[in-house]
Structures are given as structure tokens and as C-alpha cells.
């Protein structure tokens, strides 16, 4: 069985370095590593012949099409598992648009997502999440891809590790799709799935143990944090929490979309958040991993989304309670712009993240 390897950060670079660099590896991207899936048997044949263009195809580049007959791939209501905070249907959203869209490639057309085939080359594998609530998203998104598949009695969801792994497990598969919080994927002072919210926050940048514990025996990991370090300052922590002879020092860090309803159609777009050379650092920084010997698949997601302004939660969303009247009737403060409603975009980079791996 594949295991998926831990990327370690080289104590000879300065503290800004460091920063600067785990920053743009972890940018909003997801990294697909160790993916050593093995084809087995003829009955992925035809698969192979489908996926085979996909080799020389740029499937990041491309548009997005409407197609109200093959799309949603789901209905929100029949995910047994759907977040209330992507669940923007249920919380009232009525222009419904937004889970029609599919991405279309300038030069190929992606595999239809085949909850069956993904979960058979999973069979007797972990596939984990790791990261923030961006993370969770797609991860919630992909056990409503498949779950459907899997008969009632055959599926389970757990929740270990003081609540920050979900496992969704398909028995017959003996198959497992995880989510592990971990927002800055090293230890913080954030770690705790419920209560993460703090007004300084803290990480220790060389201590990845604590969290990767949870994970290093995957098959398949996806992660992400960018967000997260989106701060003007942060503090960074030599030693434990609660060491009083631990070191701490204070490092520098390197628009609304309520009413949207319309994506942007401008080719190589670039949002206010996003930024065009971080993706080369990072991309410099697969290379290198590859070099070493580390096989890892970079999924540069992040522009394809920029276009689709129209698809986050903005006020038609639940995250502890619903939102109030007084805090509905205020969307520049309210409006969720971050995250995904489901259906929506999530599901196309699962299912970029399906076509990789049934073609690696």
C-alpha cells in the first residue's frame, strides 16, 4: 500500500523564509501526494481510454459551460452528510444557477465523475482531507459524490481525535474518505476544531507531529490552509505551549459578493485575493519535491474558482445558528464570500481530483 510522505521545512532558512515559503506551498491550491494507485484488472480499460488525452491536456485552462441537463451531480437535499454551512438552498438562496456550471477544458473534456470506479481504486485505502473549512468543503463534497453509491447499511460517519478527524467509511470498500483539522497544518493555537477563533494567534512553525500522526499512513492527502495565514502579523513559538522557556516572536506577513449571481467571463482573471506569483513559487517548490524523489501532483484550482464569484454562501448559510434579521439586513459584514455552496464548485475539483486519479 502507498503512503503518503511529510514534507519537512529545512531549519537553515530565516523565520520570514519560512513564512513566506510555507505560505506559498500551502496557497489555496490543493496538493495531491502519494498517489500510487495501482491499475487493476480490464475493467478500467475504457476508463484508461477516456482519461488518456487527459496527459496532454492543460485541464486547468478552459471555461465554464452551463449544463442544467448532466448537472447538479447531486441534490443537496439527498446528501445525507451536506453542511448547513454550504447548504445555501436550504437557507434560503432561490437563484439555483450556480450548481449548473461545468468546467470545460480549451482542449479535452474531463471524465464524468464515477462515484463506483473512484471508490473501487480506493478499495482498502485512505483517502484524507487535511486543513480548514475550505478543506472540509471539499471534502463534504466529495462524500455527497460518492455516498450515493454506497447502500444505507454499508456507509458510516465517525468522528475520533476530540472531534477533529470525520471519517466517512463504505464498507463493502472498506474504503474511507477523511477530513482532519488542521487550519495551518502545523500546530496553532487554532487546533481545535469548535474553538479556534483567537485574537493573537500562535504556531509553531517546525512542529507538524501533533497532526500528522493522524495522517502520515494516507494514500491519497489533499491540503490546504492559505487563509489562515492571512494575517498582518503572527506570533511564532520556539518550544511547547506553556513552556515558560519557550521563545516567541512576533513575524509581519507577507470584495463583497452579496448579490452576485453572475460568474466573471474575463479569461485569466485574477481576484483581489489571489496572487500570480505565489503559483510559481509553489509550482518552483513541487518541482523540487519531485526531484527528491517525493511524488506529488499540484491542482492549481485557484483561478478556474476566481471566475465564479456568483457560487459562495454569501448571508444563505448556517454557521453555529442562522443568521438574524438584524445580520441579514447587513451583508457587507455578513455575507460568507469565502467558502462554496454545495453544489457548486467543490464538485469540479473533486472531480479534477477523480480524473488525476484515475490517470496519474
Partial sequence: MAKAHQIAVG??????????????????????????????????????TKLHSLSKCDVFSGKWVFDNESYPLYKEQQCTFMSDQLACEKFGRKDLGYQNWRWKPHQCDLPRFNATALLERLRNKRMVFVGDSLNRGQ?????????????????????????????????GYNATIE??????????????????????????????????????????????????????????????????????????????CYKEKDQIREEGYWGNGSYPSMMRVVENVIEDLNGRGLKVELLNITQLSEYRKEGHP???????????????????????????????????????????????
Fill in 11 to 48: 531549519s537553515t532558512w530565516g523565520i520570514r523564509n519560512i513564512f513566506q515559503s510555507l505560505v506559498a506551498i500551502l496557497a489555496t491550491t490543493f496538493v495531491v501526494t502519494a498517489i500510487y494507485l495501482t491499475q487493476e484488472g480490464e475493467q478500467w480499460s475504457d476508463e484508461k
Fill in 139 to 171: 471534502w463534504v463534497s466529495m462524500v455527497c459524490l460518492v455516498e450515493s453509491s454506497v447502500p444505507p447499511t454499508l456507509k458510516s460517519m465517525r468522528t475520533i481525535a476530540n472531534g477533529s478527524l470525520n471519517i466517512f467509511k463504505a464498507e
Fill in 179 to 256: 477530513f482532519y483539522w488542521a487550519p495551518l497544518l502545523v500546530e496553532s493555537n487554532s487546533d481545535d476544531p469548535v474553538n479556534h477563533r483567537v485574537a493573537e494567534r500562535t504556531v509553531r512553525v517546525h512542529a507538524i507531529e501533533k497532526h500528522a500522526k493522524y495522517w502520515t499512513d494516507a494514500d491519497i492527502l489533499v491540503f490546504n490552509t492559505f487563509l489562515w495565514w492571512r494575517r498582518k502579523a503572527m506570533n511564532v513559538l520556539w518550544g511547547s505551549f506553556g513552556d515558560p522557556n519557550g521563545v516567541m516572536k512576533r513575524v509581519g506577513m507577507g470584495e463583497n
Fill in 314 to 360: 454569501s448571508i444563505y448559510r448556517k454557521q453555529w445558528d442562522p443568521l438574524t434579521e438584524e445580520q441579514l439586513s447587513n451583508p457587507k459584514t455578513y455575507a460568507d464570500c469565502i467558502h462554496w455552496c454545495l453544489p457548486g464548485v467543490p464538485d469540479v475539483w473533486n472531480e479534477l481530483l477523480y480524473a488525476y486519479i484515475l490517470h496519474p
